[in-house]
Nanobody, 127 residues
Framework: QVQLVESGGGSAQAGGSLNLSCAASGDPGSRVCLAWFRRPPGKEREGVAKLNTLRRSTYVAGSVKGRFTVSQDSAKNTVYLQMNTLKPDDTGMYYC?????WGGGCPPLIEGRYDYWGQGTQVTVSS
């Protein structure tokens, strides 16, 4: 079992920044891969970024590349999503998700490929 707790959401003006945190606990093998997803209002959940905690490799989706950065603090078992130059389109519920690594790699940012989910943290960006 894996537990994920997100924090750091809130309201921001367009052009501002927020830093989301995801504290992970539980079976280490089941949370090698940590990812961020978001669900904009009225839309499906979409993948934003992922991180391989062992290889320390990261991937950021094209829609947020250059504005969002994913990182980790291994000592704290925490992964972060630094969001800069926020836009109103970034509004949504942000979720942390975990999965095992297969062949050393992390699954693509597809909802069904991740096994554990946090409760989410709301991000609202106003223009």
């Amino acid at each position: 079992q894996v537990q994920l707790v997100e924090s750091g959401g809130g309201s921001a003006q367009a052009g501002g920044s927020l830093n989301l945190s995801c504290a992970a606990s539980g079976d280490p093998g089941s949370r090698v891969c940590l990812a961020w997803f978001r669900r904009p209002p009225g839309k499906e959940r979409e993948g934003v970024a992922k991180l391989n905690t062992l290889r320390r490799s990261t991937y950021v989706a094209g829609s947020v590349k250059g504005r969002f950065t994913v990182s980790q603090d291994s000592a704290k078992n925490t992964v972060y999503l630094q969001m800069n130059t926020l836009k109103p389109d970034d509004t949504g519920m942000y979720y942390c998700a975990a999965a095992s690594a297969w062949g050393g790699g992390c699954p693509p940012l597809i909802e069904g490929r991740y096994d554990y989910w946090g409760q989410g943290t709301q991000v609202t960006v106003s223009s």
